[in-house]
């Protein structure tokens, strides 16, 4: 967090505050009132009046915080926090930057300062260290001296990883590397049916992330399931750079990344089209791939779709609070040593954003509680980061993010102009409700930038990670979907969001249909990926040797 932007951003604050009294007696009225309400709550509660409805988002749900002195710590914690709120949050500078990196600071010492943090003023701690005799204060002292450990000496995985070992308990769709440059290895899997689609399925998943996210355990394999459904599925393996790759650029992932991949992927399966997929970032690299296949007249792809991606980054959500000259100055100067921006630093500013549920909250449960979190497969994956070199973040941060250049229409890529309005295939867009990486609204925007006369656009629920690894079924999911069938027709957000259908379950099926529907109905027989080169080398078995990087 770069010191300055906040310095100013406070500052910012003051001088507008300082300069409309209005405001400022609006806010000191709001704060007389709940400081009364504070007092009066003090006497009630100590007759044993319980917290009123509404507590619950602030970590105060158990029962326990209805007890005196409990439920004052909780009151009063939660008038303050609602006057932080509205004081850093007026309605009338909703898109002031400044105002917004104001709030996030705010947002985050209000956060540390939760009762529910400390073991003297959080009732559930008390009694689980009393029932315990406090044996689960020194289990919580032992975990946290095993983290500072692993954290000095920068390796080792998280307790609870090692039951998810790629190639083994994650990562185990059968297939073969059948392609590998300097940046990629490319996947092929092996079918699972006897007959295919004519067309081929090619998955660009973003390279801030370990691939197999869309190929975790079986039961949340995308890639399995649509290899069980008929459809010959590649994926792009990016592999972690290194202090040597310091220097690849944008340029490099379009070309050595998507379009050698894409011309694999047509030898392989020749004469027939490829449905491309991208998700997060590698959605971003699809689109800009896309619209200069368009440019060169290249008919390769059959269609496009785009899970959790962004094109147009004007409202680029929470993580905008990072995104500033000073910011990426600094950045640019850690990279520059190392060459790479290592994960730990992306992972901190994501954990950050959701600082109560992904930082405090398993502070307390490990250290004080006692208790290590029962990891799943998409817990393991996400404490598997990858780094990113120096050239290229800070090509993709200043010219999308910041400048925003691929919406405006000035982006260029070795001198030639991306024009997202050359894209006219069948788009199927996936948003998730709850994105703060990219918010559904952003997602949305590609809409009115593209040319499809056979756009889809799907709302899930769910997160930026979860939402998109749904499963085929999925009892607590749901989606919205909407269809246009010209090039001109749009909605606003809002307006879309009134309109589509509500579906109940997995957005997978829904999506596989499409696909099923954008492909030749007659199908091929099933080939295997091919065990050796033509050179003679034999093919690695999937997952390859990148992801293990």
């Known amino acids: 967090m770069a010191p300055d932007d906040y310095l100013k951003a406070w500052w910012d604050w003051y001088l507008n505050l300082a300069t409309h009294p209005p405001r400022q007696a609006q806010l000191a009225q709001t704060a007389y009132e709940k400081l009364l309400d504070s007092w009066q709550f003090l006497g009630r509660a100590a007759g044993g009046e319980p917290l009123p409805p509404g507590h619950e988002n602030l970590g105060f749900s158990d029962t326990a915080w209805n007890v005196w002195p409990f439920n004052v710590y909780a009151r009063t914690y939660a008038n303050w926090a609602s006057w932080w709120q509205q004081a850093l949050s007026p309605p009338a500078a909703a898109h002031d930057p400044a105002l917004a990196r104001a709030n996030f600071a705010g947002r985050m010492l209000l956060e540390a300062a939760s009762p529910a943090n400390f073991l003297h003023t959080n009732p559930e701690l008390l009694k689980r260290t009393a029932a315990e005799s406090g044996h689960n204060l020194i289990r919580g002292l032992k975990h946290w001296l095993e983290d500072a450990q692993r954290a000095v000496n920068g390796n080792g995985h998280a307790p609870g990883t ?45 390279w801030i992330m370990k691939y197999y996210i869309l190929d975790l355990s079986p039961r949340n394999s995308l890639v399995r399931y649509l290899v069980e459904k008929g459809h010959t599925v590649f994926m792009i393996s990016w592999k972690n750079p290194d202090g040597a790759d310091r220097e690849l650029s944008l340029a490099d992932y379009v070309q050595l990344g998507f379009l050698d991949a894409l011309a694999e992927v047509r030898r392989i399966v020749p004469r027939q089209r490829v449905h491309a997929v991208g998700y997060c970032i590698g959605g971003t690299l699809l689109a800009i791939a896309a619209a200069l296949l368009a440019a060169r007249r290249d008919a390769s792809l059959a269609s ?143 809409r009115g930038l593209t040319r499809s006369a056979d756009y889809t656009f799907l709302l899930t629920s769910g997160g930026h990670n979860a939402g998109i690894v749904s499963g085929p079924v999925h009892p607590r999911r749901r989606h919205r979907l909407l269809t246009w069938k010209d090039s001109t027709a749009t909605l606003t957000p809002d307006q879309w969001l009134n309109t589509a259908a509500l579906h109940e379950g997995s957005w997978w099926p829904a999506w596989e249909g499409w696909l099923a529907d954008h492909s030749a109905p007659r199908q091929k027989p099933a080939r295997a990926p091919a065990t050796a080169s033509k050179a003679g080398g034999l093919f690695e078995d999937a997952p390859g040797s990148y992801v293990r990087g």
């Open 162 to 206: 090692e039951h998810f070992q790629v190639g083994r308990d994650v990562a185990i769709t059968p297939g073969k590397v059948v392609f590998r440059n300097r940046l990629i290895e490319l996947l092929q899997y092996s079918p699972a049916t006897s007959s295919v689609f004519a067309e081929p399925v090619l998955i660009t998943p973003a």
């Open 304 to 446: 496009l779709t785009l899970l959790a991606a962004q094109v147009d980054f004007s409202e680029p959500g929470e993580l905008s609070v990072f995104i500033t000259p000073s910011q990426i100055a600094m950045l640019e100067a850690m990279m520059s040593k190392s060459g790479v921006l290592e994960s730990e630093r992306m992972g901190a500013a994501f954990a950050m954003l959701r600082s109560r549920d992904l930082l405090w909250m398993p502070a307390v449960n490990q250290y004080v509680l006692g208790e290590r979190p029962q990891i799943n497969d998409l817990m393991a994956w996400n404490a598997d980061g990858t780094r990113m070199p120096w050239r290229m973040h800070s090509e993709y941060l200043e010219r999308l993010y910041l400048k925003n250049e691929l919406a405006q229409g000035t982006f260029t890529l070795e001198g030639v102009r991306v024009d997202l309005r050359r894209i006219h295939l069948p788009m199927f867009v996936v948003g998730t409700e709850t994105d703060h990486v990219a918010p559904w609204r952003s997602a949305y925007k590609i």
